[in-house]
């Protein structure tokens, strides 16, 4: 599994130390979608380091969950009360780089410049990240790596027998600066 928390607290520190004040953390909702609760534990270890850092840092953490119809597309769009509570900030960490692309889309069409204006940081490091509208800062997660380690995992399975004990394998993100 991914360290998302060590990830999350990296993200956060590096836009305290580029000076930004008012940072928070933003998951998305889709419709129909589960709670936030009952998300993968990313959810909830991104957010948890997210907190950790502004705690240390002396900070208040502000956490606000986005509505979408759906993760990405053409009509997937920010509400007007989303954008609001998001321009009280002047730094974002989205759940996701779709979810930053998302934000970044709302910014351009209201006339922001990014990170001027608003800066924006995520997770995944995938296509989200890659085609998005300028390098986002985000926290790469070891696909490849986690991956591997999961085929070497299920060959020992096979060698070893359905008893073998095999540990968890933990995988520590990458932050990439846009």
């Known amino acids: 599994y991914v360290d998302d928390a060590w990830g999350a607290e990296q993200v956060t520190r590096h836009l305290i130390e580029k000076g930004y004040q008012r940072i928070c953390f933003l998951h998305r909702r889709t419709a129909g979608g589960p709670p936030i609760e ?16 502004m705690g240390e840092a002396g900070r208040e953490a502000a956490c606000h969950t986005v509505q979408t ?19 009280r900030h002047d730094a974002v960490i989205a759940y996701d780089d ?43 997660i070891p696909s490849y790596e986690m991956g591997r380690k999961a085929a070497e995992m299920a060959f020992e399975l096979v060698a070893c027998g359905p008893d073998a004990l095999l540990p968890s394998s933990v995988h520590r993100p990458t932050l990439v600066l846009g």
């Open 38 to 53: 009952r998300m993968h534990h990313s959810a909830a270890d991104r957010e948890a380091g997210y907190r950790k850092a």
């Open 69 to 87: 119809q759906d993760v990405a597309g053409l009509e997937v769009e920010l509400r007007a009360e989303d954008w609001e509570w998001i321009a």
């Open 98 to 140: 779709d979810l930053a692309n998302l934000i970044g889309r709302a910014a351009y069409d209201r006339h922001l410049r990014i990170p001027d204006s608003l800066a924006v940081a995520s997770f995944n490091g995938d296509y989200g990240s890659l085609c998005a509208w300028q390098r986002l800062t985000t926290v790469r």
